[in-house]
């Protein structure tokens, strides 16, 4: 004779915060090393200073964003810090100047 369902359960205990944290490790680690894009825009009376328009899973998401000549886009590797100095952002253009 079998026994009704309720008898064979096993209990589960759930922590929901423990879950939550192995969740957001799982996230970190799958972003860690992934590439986003960056679109900015050059302040039209300080071209030394940007502003942070958008960030975009492809290059060409971004580059669809850009309206104006001022926009830029570059990339950057997810939960990767860049050095302190100044430097020039490798891989980052301006989409709509036209190269002569």
């Given at each position: 004779m079998q026994k009704p369902i309720g008898e064979r359960a096993i209990k589960?205990?759930?922590n929901k915060e423990e879950?939550?944290?192995?969740l957001e490790?799982?996230?970190e680690e799958r972003m860690r090393g992934q590439n986003v894009w960056v679109m900015g825009q050059i302040t039209p009376d300080n071209h030394l200073?940007?502003?942070?328009?958008?960030v975009f899973t492809s290059?060409?998401?971004a580059?669809?964003?850009?309206?104006l000549d001022t926009?830029?886009?570059?990339?950057a590797v997810m939960n990767q810090r860049r050095p302190d100095d100044t430097h020039a952002w490798p891989g980052a253009?301006?989409?709509l100047v036209v190269k002569e």
């Open positions: 589960i205990t759930i879950i939550l944290r192995d490790e799982i996230r200073e940007w502003e942070f328009m958008g290059e060409e998401k580059v669809q964003a850009c309206t926009h830029f886009v570059g990339p253009y301006y989409p």
